[in-house]
């Protein structure tokens, strides 16, 4: 059984570019959030996609936006790319509300 | 709303026992903890959900007081492969919005 997939590994753009990450959710799992981790933070919640439909949604500007296909995978773009979204990208999938399984994530960097 | 864990850090030699600690202020529907090595993506270690339950997983133990929105992580005779960041979890009991604690730096030396 594949866990948690997530695609590229790592990208780097420039700024005022726009980037869209895909994640791919454990089989059986219906709910992914994805995550933005800085260097040497924690986790920030970004959004959550539950039946193709934005669930909930951190402390983030609208840049940020997602998708959830009928297959339960999911995308993260972000448009107008600033420095500071420099990051560690990560998509956790769950069954509901429960225990999240992370991927490995997607190391962004923006020039 | 993100959860403040204690300590920020802490080195332990091989088979200490130590013990992190997770506080919210708002009312909890369950407490999620993962451990995060350098480089890597979180790994779930357990959930407890309201009602006070304490779970065990080998040498690792949790608890979860919902009344003082407060929960611990027991890790005990730790091993080197302890090492890493953990960070609790919280789910609120309004809301969908998962929200990582502070994190602790945990370091087992030999």
């Known amino acids: 059984d594949a866990g948690v997939t997530q695609s590229p590994t790592h990208l780097i753009k420039t700024r005022g570019q726009q980037v869209t990450l895909r994640c791919s959710p454990k089989s059986g799992h219906d709910t992914v959030s994805w995550y933005q981790q800085a260097l040497g933070q924690g986790p920030q919640f970004i959004f959550q996609y539950y039946e193709e439909e934005e669930r909930q949604r951190g402390n983030f500007p609208d840049r940020f936006s997602g998708h959830q296909f009928p297959n339960y995978s999911s995308e993260l773009n972000v448009n107008a790319l600033l420095l500071g979204d420099s990051a560690l990208y990560l998509c956790?999938?769950?069954?509901?509300?429960?225990?999240?399984?992370f991927g490995p994530g997607t190391r962004l960097t923006v020039l | 709303q993100q959860p403040v864990q204690s300590p920020q850090a802490v080195i332990l030699r091989e088979g200490e026992d130590a013990v992190i600690n997770c506080s919210s202020s708002?009312?909890?529907?369950?407490v999620h903890w993962y451990r995060q090595k350098h480089g890597e993506a979180p790994v779930f270690l357990m959930i407890?959900?309201?009602?006070?339950e304490q779970k065990g997983h080998e040498k690792i133990s949790a608890s979860f007081n919902e009344k003082k929105q407060q929960s611990s992580l027991y890790l005990t005779a730790s091993q080197l492969s302890y090492s890493g960041t953990y960070f609790c979890?919280?789910?609120?009991?309004?809301?969908?919005?998962?929200?990582f604690g502070t994190g602790t730096s945990l370091t087992v030396i030999p």
């Open positions: 979890g919280t789910v609120t009991n309004t809301g969908n919005q998962f929200y």
């Open positions: 708002k009312a909890l529907y369950s």
């Open positions: 956790a999938s769950s069954q509901g509300a429960y225990e999240q399984f």
């Open positions: 407890l959900l309201k009602g006070g």
